[in-house]
């Protein structure tokens, strides 16, 4: 099957006629704009612990969610049955919001683009591979990861992968689908010596099939790195407390940007003045080594779209040029309202959820530094590699992130493993912190999940090496 | 906007599915079903910002092949589409593997008695009612301060919902739970910049929950405080939770009681069973009976009876919480705490689960404290469940000489919590359930707070 809305709408088994004039009776001329957004997801999970894949779960649904955008306001209704009753019943309830009768007339839906690029092409047999094949490849992780060390006590892994089909058509005439498929491979390994337990962990993913994984038995990798981390993790000391020098290594420790800046430049928070990066456009919010870009366009990554989830298609943004604030991650909405452009960020968890502006794969940029002079430059201070959550508070730009694997820097040598820490900072200031950007920048391997107002969307982050020169470290060691 | 099913329907639905489960070779099943509707309205800045209404419903389906089992989960209830629903569960359940312990519980296990649980308040809120009382919340957090600028709105949410579980013993059980919450989060700001709280409350009665013009004005007084915040040296210190950030500790106990983490080798408080955790001032209930409780319900996730127990009494760590499977690894009965979302196969957690007042006001623990840090907000996921080690970002409030001083952000507290339910030193006597896990106000000893 092509990504081509055809395919999508005849999933959905609603009529092009039936699609019109629902949009006609919520598009009445108080509305600004609707849409409806059809959604059939498919995801299946499996799972291994104590050597057995003990677990498999599987989900089907599929519904649509009518929206209506009056001036700032939003009405909103969905339901699971797509029968011409129920999508009225909703585009009545959706245009509540702008106390008018219903709409007769039919908006026409005319422009129907093919998808301009397919960033995730997929043989749908793929990703309905048999169960069987999974389960052989999470019983072999479980054995490489024992293998590792016979200190590992446990293995936990879970194979997710989900097949999602949309179909947006909204009253500016626009109807465009797209087949969204998304995988992810989650290793955790328990290591035990002397009553000393400790956990590692690795994973990734994208949107991509099992064959991403078997390719040169990359899922093998996955559960070496999972041991290793958790028997490293054996030998770690306290973490120190205080103000001190930090080195991130590439990829995944990018949740710093997520969390430090890419939130606090969506959209929505600008418009209603609650970011602490409200007003900010065009003054410098970092050093001029940062250039940071939100890119929704990179083949198969985890947090890459065709189109959002309002039909737009999804591109490159700066954020943040040499330092300086040049943009914000959009949805139609807040484009209108704060009359700026439209990035192609509305996105949403399920037909069960409103569209917010929403990150995609946000990362740095490459600077010129060499990642072993980041690391001599320092001389007393954390290395931290990887991270597990991060939060931000939007409001005062208080954000957080812990690590999982770190280790002291003493002079301009990486020294002993230590214990997870948790690093605070300040948004608006912590990019003016960052003295050195590595020449060596990685994307994630794909995990990232991100949490906005109870809606949960997959996303990529990204980074260099990079040295911060101050940041509080929430060590125990004071 | 689904017409709306007779329970008996679905009662029927769960039995057909049990029956076709039989055929397809199931030697054994359960299902659950839900179905809920919902009103959510999101004011802001005095308008009308986000209105949301639905009405869903999902079915869950779990199989065994005598060991094997699977689980899924559908929104499509018509015939056709459950026919080959039962059929691709049970082709995924002779997938797995065989694993020994899996199974329903024993016939007689199960829930008999059903009794007045006050879960189900039957009131139906008119849209107009529900963007009346966001309103006024949001109007009383600006009335209350001029130093409200903005505000990220109020919200009021209505919703109600029906749970029926069937399984191939026999067991069949339903209930009705509603819930209304009404929430506020402005923003003060001053010179120095921007500072946001919030305020709510949540009940499963509506004409229990708190007015609007109180929710607005402790989100007020919450958020203003806020203002000229500054870091403070980093510094080992005696640390009080609020009742907020305290019942977060309890939560963590949760994690580390659940079966499944036991088991699995992830939890800090691994043959801890019997053992001294904390002071013997400490004593936690959980309680899955406590009438109008938002954790309450008649029967668990496998359908076991709910009840009263004590998880950690006078100090000593009494329960884990446990649904069959996870006690059978253990080598322990159940203990009616399955938790379960649909299609998935069951979890343990808690259900209505709180920490015993004391007898020391809030302001006679604050009085207790020469220098130290009184908590208002925690944030990220600085916890370890594997071993306990806790670090994660805080603020609230400087504490000098019994009082508090001035506001303090972008430090964090760190510790170990094996250690931190050790440390217990006071707990309030201000006990209040704003959700399925509460907790008074509670003073530890010393925590590291690493700032400046």
């Not at chain 1, 009359?339 to 010129?368: C, D, H, K, W």
């Not at chain 1, 770190?406 to 003295?435: C, N």
């Not at chain 2, 069959?324 to 009616?336: F, I």
Request: hydrophobic share 35%; glycine share 10%.
């Amino acid at each position: 099957m092509s990504n081509d809305e055809s395919g999508a709408l005849a999933r959905f088994g609603v009529t092009d006629r039936e699609i019109e004039q629902a949009l006609g009776r919520v598009k009445v001329s108080t509305v600004d704009y609707a849409d409806l957004y059809f959604e059939y997801c498919q995801s299946e999970s499996v799972s291994m612990e104590e050597g057995i894949v003990k677990r498999a779960t599987k989900s089907v649904g599929q519904g649509v969610g009518v929206r209506a955008t009056a001036g700032e306001k939003t009405g909103f209704a969905y339901s699971d049955e797509l029968t011409p009753k129920d999508l009225n019943i909703a585009a009545d309830t959706a245009r509540y919001i702008a106390n008018s009768a219903q709409g007769t007339a039919p908006v026409p839906v005319t422009h129907r683009p093919a998808l301009a690029r397919n960033l995730y092409p997929h043989d749908r047999a793929d990703i309905e591979v048999a169960t069987r094949d999974r389960v052989t490849l999470l019983n072999a992780i479980d054995a490489e990861a024992r293998r590792y060390d016979p200190r590992i006590k446990n293995v936990m892994a879970a194979y997710n992968t989900e097949y999602k089909v949309m179909l947006v058509a909204t009253s500016d005439g626009l109807m465009v689908g797209d087949i969204q498929p998304l995988s992810r491979l989650q290793v955790t390994c328990i290591a035990e010596e002397n009553g000393n337990r400790q956990v590692g962990t690795f994973g990734g993913g994208g949107r991509i099939g099992l064959e991403y994984f078997q390719n040169d038995q990359r899922y093998l990798q996955f559960a070496r790195e999972a041991a290793r981390e958790a028997i490293l993790n054996l030998s770690a000391v306290d973490a120190p407390a205080g103000v001190m020098p930090v080195v991130l290594g590439g990829g995944w420790p990018g949740i710093l940007l997520h969390e430090a800046i890419g939130h606090g430049l969506e959209a929505d928070f600008n418009r209603k003045k609650t970011s602490a990066f409200s007003n900010l456009l065009g003054k410098k919010v970092a050093s001029e080594v940062c250039t940071i870009v939100d890119d929704g366009t990179l083949p198969f990554r985890r947090g890459s779209l065709n189109v959002d989830d309002e039909g737009t298609p999804s591109s490159r943004t700066v954020l943040i040029e040499r330092g300086i604030l040049r943009g914000y991650i959009t949805d139609k909405l807040n484009a209108r309202l704060m009359g700026i452009p439209l990035t192609g960020n509305g996105r949403r968890e399920s037909y069960q959820s409103v569209v917010l502006p929403r990150m995609t794969n946000t990362f740095m940029l490459a600077g010129e530094s060499d990642p072993k002079d980041i690391i001599k430059s320092v001389k007393k201070g954390l290395y931290a590699v990887s991270f597990g959550g991060g939060q931000v508070d939007i409001t005062n730009g208080k954000f957080v992130f812990s690590a999982s694997e770190a280790y002291l820097i003493e002079d301009g040598q990486i020294t002993k493993p230590v214990k997870g820490a948790t690093l605070i900072g300040s948004g608006p200031d912590i990019l003016k912190q960052v003295s050195m950007v590595g020449h060596d920048l990685k994307l994630d391997e794909g995990i990232g999940t991100c949490g906005k107002e109870g809606q949960s969307v997959p996303v990529g982050v990204g980074l260099p090496t990079i040295r911060i020169d101050e940041i509080t470290v929430g060590g125990t060691k004071a | 906007m689904t017409r709306v099913i007779a329970e008996q329907d679905y009662t029927n639905i769960a039995q057909d599915l049990l029956a076709r489960a039989a055929k397809h070779g199931a030697t054994a099943s359960d299902v659950m079903v839900a179905d809920g509707e919902t009103l959510s309205v999101q004011v802001r800045m005095g308008a009308v910002d986000r209105l949301t209404k639905a009405r869903e419903k999902r079915l869950g389906l779990r199989v065994f092949f005598g060991q094997r089992s699977a689980s899924a989960s559908t929104s499509d209830f018509s015939r056709d589409s459950l026919e080959r629903f039962v059929g691709e569960t049970c082709a995924l359940a002779q997938a797995v593997v065989e694993d020994p312990v899996s199974g329903l519980p024993e016939p007689g296990q199960f829930a008999t008695d059903f009794p007045e649980l006050n879960i189900h308040d039957s009131t139906k809120l008119q849209t107009d009612q529900q963007i009346d009382l966001a309103l006024r919340a949001e109007r009383a957090a600006f009335a209350a301060d001029s130093r409200i600028t903005n505000s990220e709105g109020g919200e009021c949410d209505s919703s109600s919902g029906r749970i029926i579980l069937a399984n191939s013993h026999g067991f069949v059980g339903h209930y009705a739970n509603s819930s209304f919450s009404l929430s506020v989060s402005p923003i003060a700001s001053d010179a120095a910049g921007m500072q946001r709280d919030y305020w709510y409350g949540v009940n499963r009665a509506f004409a229990k929950l708190e007015s609007p013009e109180a929710i607005g004005r402790e989100a007020t007084r919450r958020t203003v405080r806020k203002l000229g915040a500054r870091k403070v040296s980093t510094c080992r210190v005696p640390v009080i939770f609020d009742p907020e950030v305290a019942g977060s500790l309890l939560s963590h106990l949760c994690s580390a009681l659940s079966g499944y983490a036991l088991y699995k080798g992830a939890s800090f408080l691994i043959g801890q069973l019997g053992q001294q955790i904390a002071p013997d001032f400490v004593t936690i209930y959980d309680d899955g009976r406590m009438p109008g409780g938002l954790g309450t319900r008649p029967f668990d996730g496998e359908g076991l009876p709910t009840r009263k127990q004590a998880m950690v009494e006078r100090g000593r760590l009494a329960s884990y919480i446990l649904d069959t499977y996870s006690g059978k690894k253990l080598g322990l009965p159940s203990t009616g705490n399955a938790a379960r979302s649909i299609g998935e196969s069951p979890s343990a957690g808690p259900t209505n689960f709180y920490m015993v007042p004391g007898t020391t006001s809030p302001e006679d623990i604050l009085a207790s404290v020469k220098q130290g840090l009184y908590v208002t907000d925690l944030i990220g996921f600085g916890i370890n469940m594997v071993t306990g080690d806790y670090s994660r970002g805080a603020s609230g409030f400087w504490i000098e000489n019994g009082e508090l001083a001035y506001p303090v952000e972008e430090i964090t507290i760190a510790g170990n919590l094996k250690q931190m339910y050790a440390n217990i030193e006071t707990i309030g006597t201000d006990l209040v359930f704003r959700g399925r896990i509460a907790s008074p106000t509670v003073k530890l000893a010393e925590m590291t707070l690493a700032g400046s």
